[in-house]
Every structure is written in C-alpha cells, then in structure tokens.
C-alpha cells in the first residue's frame, strides 16, 4: 500500500477509535451509514409567546438518533444573543426526546399485546384442563400446540421488542447528551422567521395581509428570500417538510383536523401552529412550482 494511503486510513482510524465505543455502536446498531463530516441540524424556531420550538431537519426517530449518536449537532437560531445557551439546548433536547419516545410507545405497545397474547396461551391453555377436566388426547394435543405457540410468541415475539426497548432506550440518552453537546449557529432565514412572526403578532386583525412580503403570507415572499440571498431553495425545502412532519400536515386526512388540535399536538399556541403551517403549506407551493418549470 502507497505511504499516502496508509497514512490515511491510519488517520482514519485514530479518529474512529477517539470516539466513545457506545456512540460507534449505537451508530453501527442503527444501521445508518455514519457521516461525520456532516453534522446534523435542528432549528429553534420562535414562538408567538415568547419560547423556542426545536424543528430536526431529519424527522426519522432513528435516522435522527443514529445521526446524533455519530456527531453533535448544529443548531440554527435566529440571534445568537437573544436566546440564552441552556434554553436553546433544552428545547432541542425535550424535541429530541419526544420523537424517541413516541417510537418507544409504540414498541411498548406491541410489547404488550404481544405479551398478553403470549401469557393467554402459555397459560390459558392448561388451565382449561382444570376446568373442563377433560383430559382426553384431542384436548391434549390443542393445549400441547397452543403452550408450543405461547412459547414461540415469546421467543419469536416479545423479546425482539424487549430488546428493541432498551435500545431506544440507550439511543434516548446518547441523542439527548449529544444535543446538549451541540453548537449553536446563526441562520438568516431563521432570523427572517422571527421578524415575521412578531410582525405577524402584533398587527391589528383589520391590518393583516396588507404587506404579505414581510408578513411570509406566500410563496413569493419566501421566493424573495431565495432571490435576496436570505436562503436557498434546497434548504427552505428541507425547512418545510421538516415543519410539516412535526406539525403532523403530512399524514393522510390532515386537513380535517382542527388547528386548535394540530396546536395542541404540537404543542404550540395557536398563532404559532398558523404561522408555521404557512410556512410548510408555501414551501410545499414552491416545490410544485420547481416539478412543473424543471
């Protein structure tokens, strides 16, 4: 091997070995290719009352967990001074922590249908010898079967899932110790955010929609954005989409639900849930606008 290729891999394995052995395997477990010359990234977005609203471009609860287990990530602001270090990295962390936890419910939830189902035939079964006192080969050969099949759902079933759990588990805290890790940075299009909730929140109702540029109300005005350097179509794109997977706009039959609901999910006020369901409803007009002129 040439000394330059040498040289290389030697390097990159003494980055690899500098990094904690329980992020390598968390990353490894997740089965997500590791990049860590890309760092993820989650926004702190303003909120109408005052608060910050944590937004991971990467939605994917295990995508998102594997990514932060392989590097601590970036965390766009609007003004670096206005918002104090240990808020921005405690709402990054409580959004981090409810995605996780919400694919732990679910695991839980299987986990426990599955038990019970397990536990009704294990035990169920011979059980009904007692009762019914009915001990002839047929009834037999059935409760023979169903402890057989009792046994398989525990093995086969329940401890896949109880060995799912303690992942999530572990992934939970590995995530939640990268983004108190994480770097805070400063994002224009983050700042232009803010400029328009606030405008937005303290205009009379008679008053809005009367300067929508400034207001965010369409999508010219973010195509604006684009045109006067404030983003690029890539990432206002990945913003959107972002901001309607954690508003929850993307799953089927979401326009029948109430904003109150959307807010409440989320939650956010309700001036909030408006501003930013607007904000993923015009990037989504955007990307249609690109489909069509490509």
């Excluded at 091997?1 to 394995?13: H, L």
């Excluded at 609901?261 to 501003?275: M, S, V």
Aim: net charge neutral.
């Amino acid at each position: 091997m040439p000394e330059r290729e040498r040289t290389k891999a030697g390097a990159r394995r003494e980055e690899s070995a500098a990094e904690p052995p329980a992020l390598q395997r968390q990353a490894g477990n997740a089965g997500i290719e590791r990049r860590p010359e890309v760092a993820p990234r989650i926004w702190l977005l303003p909120t109408a009352n005052g608060g910050w609203w944590a937004v991971p471009e990467e939605t994917d609860a295990l995508k998102l967990a594997a990514a932060l287990c392989a590097q601590a990530p970036v965390l766009l602001c609007p003004d670096l001074k206005a918002i104090p270090e240990a808020d921005a990295r405690g709402a990054a962390k409580a959004q981090v922590a409810a995605l996780i936890r919400g694919q732990r419910s679910a695991v839980v939830s299987r986990l426990v249908q599955r038990t019970l189902f397990g536990v009704a035939l294990f035990a169920g079964a011979p059980l009904s010898l007692l009762f019914t006192g009915d001990y002839g080969l047929w009834h037999l050969s059935v409760v023979v079967a169903a402890v057989a099949t009792g046994a398989g759902v525990f093995l086969l079933g329940v401890m896949p899932l109880g060995a799912a759990l303690v992942k999530w588990n572990s992934l939970r805290i590995d995530a939640e110790g990268a983004v108190l890790r994480g770097e805070l940075a400063h994002s224009p299009l983050a700042e232009r955010l803010a400029q328009a909730l606030r405008l937005r929140s303290t205009l009379p109702t008679h008053q809005r929609g009367e300067v929508p540029d400034a207001e965010l109300l369409d999508a010219r005005a973010y195509s604006k954005l684009i045109e006067d350097g404030v983003t690029t179509r890539e990432e206002l794109g990945v913003l959107g989409s972002s901001v309607a997977a954690c508003l929850k706009l993307d799953a089927a039959g979401w326009q029948h639900r109430k904003t109150l609901i959307i807010a409440k999910d989320a939650g956010l006020d309700l001036e909030t849930t408006i501003f930013y369901r607007d904000v993923a409803g015009a990037t989504a007009e955007l990307r249609l606008e690109q489909a069509f002129t490509a």
